[in-house]
């Protein structure tokens, strides 16, 4: 699991995926995120602007699972 450090209370699903590397713009995590790709603690989210916070677990289908710290 891939530790990604905030330094805000919370971090919005899309600007997570843009910070972890793992989308390289909004748009393309907007896609990600509407084919019910990304997993937020367990769960199939498909809201972008879902705020993240310390210790949630977020999982890209078919790719790396990360935890913000």
């Known amino acids: 699991m891939i530790e990604i450090e905030i330094t805000t209370d919370f971090i919005k699903l899309d600007s997570f995926l843009k910070l972890a590397g793992v989308a390289q713009t909004g748009g393309q995590a907007k896609i990600m995120i509407s084919e019910n790709m990304v997993l937020v603690n367990g769960e199939v989210t498909n809201q972008r602007g879902k705020k ?5 677990i977020i ?7 990360f935890v913000v710290v």
């Open 52 to 56: 993240l916070r310390k210790a949630d």
């Open 59 to 65: 999982e890209i289908k078919d790719h790396d699972k």
